[in-house]
């Protein structure tokens, strides 16, 4: 989507209400503002109060305007929301919206996340437009451009992980999901690696090697690196790539298999979390390891009761199968400190148990710090997504010990579960500043309201986004 921010002048009492004009014949109606232009006794008449959630669709001259409630207190979130919300009340095909913001500091960020966002549709495998959105630009009057150069960083990388998630598993295999990153990269200073079976054979990732053994499309490994001219911190991002997670032998039941295919969710967050921060040219260095590879049940497939060596840490005896993105997370974390950034972050659609935690709306962050896990809450805070802390607590750790090597990779108990895989994930993430983000709830949408679509939500990126802004603030200059 193309955005660009135009002087206009601000909503009279503009606190309770975004107004926007909609006209093909009309598209910039000069200072008039909206509300003067829309029919009191129409608008009386619809009911329509400013509330949260309200949207109302009115005649205006040649064209429409789209109002939107907010209710009493403009937020980011409200603004956020609203602006979701009026995007897809704008039906006309190559129309171009009109917004005119509340007079709130930061508005045009969260005025720009809301529309950005709340446009996004997966189309690619639909053969009917009809209900099919397609507003060219939008403009944001009197917004501020860097505020909407940040925006739209956040929103394209979100969308880019958005549509790697909801694309079928059949269609992102290993290889294709690195192509992907691979495009996405090509114009930005992000050099790309793919390593190969063989290359991921050479370097010893026993574990990655163990999950892909089940699967006939070979696994790879992705690294990404941004290194900008002045930095003074170095960031490694891990992201589980499970591009289907059918369970291996200890196979899922058919309706919990049916949403596997976004268990490469983690992947696809930082990925697109590096391409924003790239594109944004902040100054922070970032290394990104994302290793991929199915969950299948071929014939070579690892047994429950065999043992991984993944490329450093502790040997693994796997009793289930289903609890494979610890493993392959434990190479990639193994793989990522041997660039020796500050502060490691993963990302990974880890565990059902943080869902019964935190319910769907919620990701689970874990700190080797209350730090660690302030700086992430922070940043959460400031991109508008939604987490929630989860104790590292050592006293667990002795229910992942292991009769033959030298742990298990589940605890055989029924209770803390995402709190069990976050300790799991500590015995590779060594002694510096790491934090551990579980997106199993929020990974996808379940309803579409405000700047969430239903399906794949891209969460985190934006959160990552924020928080390498905050760590290139924080560098010394
Ligand atoms: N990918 C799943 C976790 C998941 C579940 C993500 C539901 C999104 C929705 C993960 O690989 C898994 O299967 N975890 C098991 C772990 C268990 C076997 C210890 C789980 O959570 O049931
Ligand atoms: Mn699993
Ligand atoms: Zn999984």
Not at 253 to 273: F, I, Y
Request: with cysteine; glycine share 12%; net charge negative.
């Amino acid at each position: 989507m193309e955005m660009k921010v135009v002087e206009h002048d601000v909503v009279p009492g503009g606190s309770t209400v975004i107004a926007g004009v909609l006209s093909e014949l009309n598209p910039l109606p000069g200072s008039e503002t909206v509300l003067d232009s829309v029919d009191e006794a129409l608008l009386k008449a619809s009911g329509f109060e400013g509330k949260p959630g309200q949207v109302l669709t009115l005649p205006r001259g040649d064209g429409i305007a789209v109002l939107v409630g907010i209710g009493d207190e403009a937020s980011f979130e409200s603004l956020r929301t609203a602006a979701g919300n009026a995007i897809r009340a704008v039906k006309t095909p190559g129309a171009i919206c009109l917004l005119a913001q509340a007079p709130v500091d930061g508005a045009t960020r969260a005025v720009a996340e809301g529309l950005g966002l709340g446009a996004y549709q997966y189309r690619n495998y639909k053969t009917k437009s009809d209900d099919e959105l397609t507003v060219e630009v939008v403009e944001i009057p009197g917004g501020s451009g860097e505020e909407l150069e940040r925006a739209l960083a956040g929103i394209d990388a979100t969308n880019l992980a958005r549509d790697l998630t909801n694309t079928p598993a059949a269609d992102t295999a290993p290889s294709e999901v690195a192509a992907v990153l691979e495009r996405a990269a090509a114009d930005l200073p992000v050099e790309v690696e793919v390593w190969n079976e063989a290359r991921i054979r050479k370097e010893s990732l026993g574990a990655l090697l163990g999950v892909a053994a089940g699967s006939d499309r070979p696994p790879v490994l992705v690294v990404m690196s941004y290194q900008p001219e002045s930095s003074h911190k170095h960031l490694g991002l891990v992201g589980k790539g499970i591009t289907f997670d059918s369970g291996g032998l200890s196979l899922k039941t058919a309706s919990l298999m049916e949403e596997m295919k976004d268990d490469m969710t983690g992947a696809a967050v930082v990925g697109a979390a590096t391409i924003g921060i790239a594109r944004l040219g902040l100054p922070v260095r970032v290394t990104t390891v994302i290793p991929l590879t199915d969950n299948a049940v071929g014939g070579n497939a690892m047994r429950p009761g065999d043992v991984l060596r993944p490329v450093a840490g502790p040997t693994i005896e796997v009793l289930n199968t289903d609890a494979e993105g610890r493993l392959i997370l434990a190479d990639g974390l193994g793989v990522v400190r041997r660039y020796e950034p500050d502060m490691i972050v993963d990302v990974a659609t880890l565990t059902g148990a943080s869902k019964v935690a935190l319910g769907e709306k919620i990701a689970a962050v874990f700190g080797s710090t209350s730090n660690v896990a302030s700086l992430v809450l922070e940043a959460a805070s400031r991109a508008g997504e939604f987490f929630w802390e989860l104790p590292l607590f050592r006293h667990y750790r002795t229910n992942l010990d292991s009769n033959i090597a030298d742990i298990k990779n589940i605890t055989g108990g029924r209770y803390g579960g995402a709190i069990a895989a976050a300790l799991f994930l500590s015995e590779y993430a060594g002694e510096g500043d790491w934090a551990h983000l579980d997106i199993a709830g929020p990974a996808r949408w379940r309803e579409t309201a405000g700047e969430q679509v239903k399906g794949g939500s891209g969460v985190g990126v934006r959160t990552l986004i924020e928080l390498a802004a905050t760590l290139g603030d924080r560098a010394p200059k």
